[in-house]
């Protein structure tokens, strides 16, 4: 896990042209809300939502609904967890339930993997209602 967490922000550095270091970096957390300026200003009326409705990266979106619930994947490209998992009620309040590629074990194939080639492209989801499984 450690080596991931390394290789992510070593190639996060190379990306902005931050000078090389010394050292081993060790990150214990890492959490992007995606808290955009946008998403402080106060909706006007009521039925008015923020467009997208997700803040942040989530590309490639796929959709599918049980019940009342809704739930959403995204693609993650080369990083690590993958495929973050939301869920919503009314298809506007999304919330990041989890990760479907949260082990290592999951995705051997990603260490090495240079960041802009391979990795999750538009995972998609599907409900069964016969089995009850995702």
């Given at each position: 896990m450690t080596h991931y967490r390394e290789l992510i922000f070593t190639a996060l550095l190379v990306a902005w042209g931050a000078p090389a270091f010394a050292g081993d970096a060790l990150f214990s957390h890492f959490t992007y809300n995606g808290d955009d300026d946008y998403y402080r200003e106060e909706l006007k009326a009521p039925g008015e939502y923020y467009n997208p409705v997700i803040s942040g990266w989530a590309s490639d979106p796929s959709i599918t609904r049980k019940g009342d619930d809704y739930w959403l994947v995204t693609s993650t490209f080369g990083y690590f967890p993958g495929v973050p998992v939301y869920h919503s009620r009314d298809l506007v309040s999304?919330?990041?339930?989890?990760?479907?590629?949260?082990?290592?074990?999951?995705?051997?194939?990603?260490?090495?993997l240079s960041l802009d080639k391979g990795g999750i492209y538009a995972p998609a989801i599907t409900y069964n209602r016969h089995n009850d499984l995702f």
């Amino acid at each position: 896990m450690t080596h991931y967490r390394e290789l992510i922000f070593t190639a996060l550095l190379v990306a902005w042209g931050a000078p090389a270091f010394a050292g081993d970096a060790l990150f214990s957390h890492f959490t992007y809300n995606g808290d955009d300026d946008y998403y402080r200003e106060e909706l006007k009326a009521p039925g008015e939502y923020y467009n997208p409705v997700i803040s942040g990266w989530a590309s490639d979106p796929s959709i599918t609904r049980k019940g009342d619930d809704y739930w959403l994947v995204t693609s993650t490209f080369g990083y690590f967890p993958g495929v973050p998992v939301y869920h919503s009620r009314d298809l506007v309040s999304w919330e990041h339930a989890a990760n479907a590629l949260s082990r290592p074990s999951q995705l051997p194939w990603l260490e090495g993997l240079s960041l802009d080639k391979g990795g999750i492209y538009a995972p998609a989801i599907t409900y069964n209602r016969h089995n009850d499984l995702f």
